[in-house]
């Protein structure tokens, strides 16, 4: 997902000041973390993370297809996908900036 969304033109200035490597750790975790795996997400709240950046529903929506795809490339179950992106549909308001 990172790597197809840093080549985004819809969302690549987002990721302008990120520190690429801890990003993608912190993802990991993350996703790990939101699907009960073993992992502890040691970064920021998702507000907090995501404040200040502009980001708008269409950011969250290209980022959300870039996982999509990600997860057909590595021929994730489409039912397995459903359930990560319910997982994850509920942070679209803690992520986007209301205009």
């Known amino acids: ?3 197809i969304s840093l080549k985004d033109p819809r969302i690549l200035h987002t990721f302008s000041e990120s520190n690429i490597e801890r990003l993608e750790r ?3 975790e993350h996703l790990c973390h939101l699907t009960d795996g073993p992992c502890e997400y040691t970064g ?3 507000v907090r993370a995501h404040n200040g950046l502009g980001i ?3 950011h969250f929506h290209a ?3 870039n996982l999509q795809k990600a997860m057909d ?3 994730v ?3 397995t996908q459903n359930k990560l992106l319910a997982i994850l549909a509920p ?5 986007v900036e209301k205009p």
């Open 1 to 3: 997902m990172l790597a």
């Open 26 to 28: 912190l993802l990991i």
């Open 44 to 46: 920021q709240t998702m």
């Open 56 to 58: 708008r529903s269409k």
């Open 63 to 65: 980022m959300t297809e």
């Open 73 to 75: 490339k590595n021929d």
């Open 77 to 79: 179950p489409f039912r």
């Open 91 to 95: 942070m679209h308001n803690d992520i």
